[in-house]
């Protein structure tokens, strides 16, 4: 969560200008004290309500996310879903979002970060719309100013699919499963976080949607957000296609609702895991 206000004013005292910040000029600095410093200046900024200069959004589009972060301090769940996506990688999927059928339409990024993954799309114009999410309130805010057309929620993805506004309860209307005004999408495309899906809100759905896995669960999801034909662009863990017949059903449920149409094994990508990952593609059917 974002500071309280005491404590930013707190932060505020670290921070007077962007001429000041170290990162341009300490190299010393591991990537968990640049982030923890670009906190410290995004609180400042705001608490000033001051604006932010070209050179302030380069500047805080150098965070990073946690993971596999712990050996430089730092701490939390963030160590293992807060691998950011490098943006060649991005532009790369944009490339095969528009090979396999992508036009100039509605975009959903269910874990949008910092931004990267639809830079390509907004640096090109190729869009109607761009709908996200993202948790972390400070990549939260780093994506509002460096594409300030987007929609970005500061919320679970799973309250895309909870009746508003306390999110306990399943949307009951099966035809329209969301209350995103931008529903159904062209495509959905992002880098979802890994692991078991246990989270604030998970256990609101029922087994069925429930999924095991929260890399699944982001995938059957998303598919179910798109329009027939649609596209869904995954980076994630390479576990989904090498695991076999491990949790098949749920495999099977995503294939009830998608043609599986392509899938590429990515060399090492993020500089803090080693962890395989895949480009996954799928068309709703």
């Known amino acids: 969560m974002i500071d309280t206000q005491k404590n930013k004013k707190q932060k505020a005292k670290t921070v007077k200008t962007s001429k000041k910040l170290s990162v341009k000029s300490n190299n010393k600095m591991n990537k968990h004290e640049i982030n923890k410093e670009i ?50 990688i991005a532009e790369y999927m944009y490339k095969l979002a528009v090979k396999y059928g992508y036009k100039k339409g509605h975009i959903l990024e269910p874990s949008i970060a910092t931004g990267n993954i639809i830079k390509p799309f907004y640096d090109n114009k190729d ?73 604030k809100y998970s256990a609101y759905f029922k087994a069925k949607d429930r999924f095991k896995q929260v890399e699944t669960f982001f995938m059957y999801k998303g598919i179910q957000l798109l329009k027939k034909g649609g596209l869904l662009v995954y980076i994630t863990s390479s576990n989904f296609m090498r695991t076999g017949l491990t949790n098949w059903s749920e495999k099977e449920l995503m294939g009830e609702i998608a043609e599986f149409v392509d899938a590429y094994r990515l060399p090492k990508v993020f500089s803090s895991s080693d962890v395989p990952t895949d480009i996954l593609i799928f068309r709703k059917k």
């Open 39 to 88: 906190e410290a200046f995004i609180d400042y900024k705001d608490f000033k309500e001051s604006k932010y200069s070209k050179a302030d959004i380069e500047y805080i589009q150098n965070y990073e996310g946690a993971g596999g972060k712990a050996s430089q301090g730092a701490k939390g769940r963030a160590l293992l879903d807060e691998f950011y996506t490098p943006v060649y």
């Open 127 to 199: 869009f109607k719309s761009i709908t996200s999410f993202e948790i972390n309130p400070y990549t939260k805010r780093i994506a509002e100013l460096s594409y300030p057309k987007i929609e970005v929620f500061g919320e679970y993805f799973e309250t895309a699919f909870l009746e508003q506004p306390r999110y306990v309860s399943a949307i009951k209307n099966k035809k329209i499963p969301t209350w995103l005004k931008n529903y159904p999408f062209d495509l959905v495309i992002g880098n979802p976080p890994y692991g078991i899906h246990k989270n």
